[in-house]
Nanobody
Framework: QVQLVESGGGLVQAGGSLRLSCAASRFSISTYVMSWYRQAPGKERDVVASITTSGRTNYADSVKGRFTISRDNAKKTLYLQMNSLKSEDTAVYYC??????????WGQGTQVTVSS
């Protein structure tokens, strides 16, 4: 069964850094576009960053220059390095991908809380 498990969230002060990880099982992350989304309380789930199969990356304007998405295909792990964190980055972060049928898979999420 395809599984995505996020980790690395926590409480950090504004200006600090965190690195999120997403461990994948039963599929190869190198063959799909992988993305990080986040959902703050009372808000919709929005895309944060994506990485294509060729390694091209895209970021939401709000995180450009601060966040970096990457993946280690051998370890089957997706990462999100988050620097210069702001209180508005507080959210539950999810990794996700959609397969060839269009089915979307989500992890359980990891909470990131940035204190000001």
């Amino acid at each position: 069964q395809v599984q995505l498990v996020e980790s690395g969230g926590g409480l950090v002060q504004a200006g600090g850094s965190l690195r999120l990880s997403c461990a994948a099982s039963r599929f190869s992350i190198s063959t799909y576009v992988m993305s990080w989304y986040r959902q703050a309380p009372g808000k919709e789930r929005d895309v944060v960053a994506s990485i294509t199969t060729s390694g091209r990356t895209n970021y939401a304007d709000s995180v450009k220059g601060r966040f970096t998405i990457s993946r280690d295909n051998a370890k089957k792990t997706l990462y999100l390095q988050m620097n210069s964190l702001k209180s508005e980055d507080t959210a539950v972060y999810y990794c996700t991908f959609y397969d060839d049928t269009g089915h979307v898979y989500w992890g359980q999420g990891t909470q990131v809380t940035v204190s000001s």
